[in-house]
């Protein structure tokens, strides 16, 4: 693997205009392990559930568009969310496989004065950390989180369709569950690791998204855990944002804390939580936190 | 009386850039694994629409009393994982979804988040309160996209036509 000097940071919509304090947590995390990032004018990836539903052209050509700016700078993007992802990922596999689509996308970019060529990479963030070392991760431990039991939850874009993601296995994913156990934390095992945390459907009803999301729930929380660690905004806002509706739906109180991985590392680095905005989570935190001896 | 719209049944083949569509045997593993399906009793059953699909039976597909039969799909790509005949089952639900919308019977959250990409280039739109929290949190400002540039290519795939911009 080529050695990469600097990322193209893309938060995406969610963190960067809606939810910025999980940017926070990982831009201080890469600073700790000396990831270097920069800023493009990028705009929507855009989202591969609801953009690409509505039409796939378009949807290639916007997610073209701004895999040419990174080009550009000949730099790889590193994204902070499944969506962003693997739309940016999927879309240059597609171009890159594709000689007819990439013509045709490539037709409409000339508009613009922009062409796809396909040279860059696109990286999920958890790629990033997991290739540094879990060792490199393990030094920058100052509270080690031991006896913090977690539910790991990746989210469904992180590794499927495996065919084009390659992240990890698209089955039984190990990396977030080794990141999580460099902190000193143990992941938990649960039924449900598997089992999406429903955001999609709930776009459209919102019955099934919150029996899907109780019954993910109910599997992560009988297993044992304190707090599930999710890598995706959309299942962090599914997981922290509608808690309570799916409390309702269920009829039952799951009030289990939401925590980003590079909020965990974070806390882990001894970085305090209120530097990372911890107090925006509507699930609160300060029990766990307290219980854990975390400032 | 059933009829075969033979339109359909070559888009969903020419969309698969594997063709492996014509191989389903009707297993019925993506049913069996869909989060959605077990949670409705099977009023999202994704064997369904692929069996429509490459029978090309449309008036199954489309108009029906509600579209949760294609719009259900919550995307996890879990089917398409353990699917023995690796067909790709999303990215037909794709291509359906796409002739949805321009049926106009998608769900209005998907054009209105489209609507708001064509517009704003993003699908959420920076707010002030929000910048205001970036600053707070010593986050630096976000580089807006080129609206232009977003709106000329939109233009150019007619997603304005879609849209009715």
């Known amino acids: 693997m080529a050695k990469v000097d600097e990322y193209k940071m893309f938060e995406g919509c969610t963190i960067g205009n809606r939810i910025p304090f999980i940017e926070a947590s990982a831009r201080k995390v890469f600073d700790k392990l000396g990831i270097k990032t920069s800023e493009g004018p990028f705009a929507c990836c855009p989202d591969p559930v609801g953009f690409n539903s509505v039409d796939h052209s378009s949807w290639l050509a916007m997610g073209a568009r701004n895999l040419t700016i990174a080009e550009a700078e000949g730099k790889d993007i590193i994204s902070l969310c499944n969506g962003c992802f693997q739309t940016l990922k999927a879309v240059n596999h597609e171009l890159k496989h594709d000689e007819h689509e990439k013509e045709k996308i490539n037709k409409i970019l000339s508009s613009i004065g922009k062409e796809f060529n396909g040279s860059i990479n696109v990286w999920h963030f958890v790629e990033v950390l997991y290739n540094i070392g879990l060792e490199k991760i393990k030094e920058n431990v100052t509270h080690e989180l031991s006896g913090l039991k977690v539910a790991c939850h990746t989210g469904c874009h992180y590794n499927r369709p495996s065919e084009i993601m390659q992240t990890d296995d698209p089955m039984k994913p190990v990396k977030l569950r080794e990141l999580v156990a460099a902190t000193g934390a143990t992941p938990v095992d649960y039924e449900e690791e598997m089992l999406c945390c429903g955001a999609g459907v709930g776009n459209i009803e919102e019955e099934p998204s919150m029996q899907i999301l109780a019954n993910k729930f109910s599997s992560a929380i009988n297993a044992g855990a304190e707090a599930i660690v999710v890598i995706c905004p959309a299942c962090f806002q599914q997981m922290d944002t509608n808690q309570k509706k799916a409390e309702k739906q269920a009829n039952k109180t799951f009030g289990v804390p939401i925590i980003y991985l590079t909020e965990l590392l974070a806390l882990s680095y001894g970085i305090k939580s209120e530097e990372i905005g911890l107090k925006f989570h509507r699930s609160r935190l300060n029990a766990l936190l307290e219980k854990h001896g975390i400032k | ?165």
């Open chain 2, 1 to 165: 009386m059933v009829s075969v719209d033979f339109e359909l049944r070559k888009k969903v083949m020419d969309a698969h850039i594997k063709d492996t569509l014509k191989y389903c045997y009707q297993c019925a593993r993506c049913t069996d694994v869909c989060p959605v399906s077990k949670v409705t009793d099977g009023r999202y059953d994704p064997r369904q629409i692929i069996l429509n699909s490459f029978l090309g039976l449309k008036e199954a597909i489309f108009n029906q009393e509600s579209n949760f039969n294609l719009w259900g799909c919550t995307i996890c790509d879990t089917c398409d994982e353990v699917c023995p005949q690796k067909i790709g089952l999303t990215e037909v639900f794709a291509v359906l979804r796409n002739m949805s919308i321009t049926m106009e019977e998608g769900p209005e959250y998907y054009t209105s988040q489209a609507s708001t990409i064509y517009d704003s280039g993003k699908a959420i739109p920076m707010q002030t309160a929000i910048e205001r929290r970036r600053d707070q949190l010593g986050l630096p400002k976000i580089e807006p996209p080129n609206i232009e540039e977003v709106q000329k290519i939109l233009n150019e795939t007619n997603l304005n036509k879609i849209l009715k911009k």
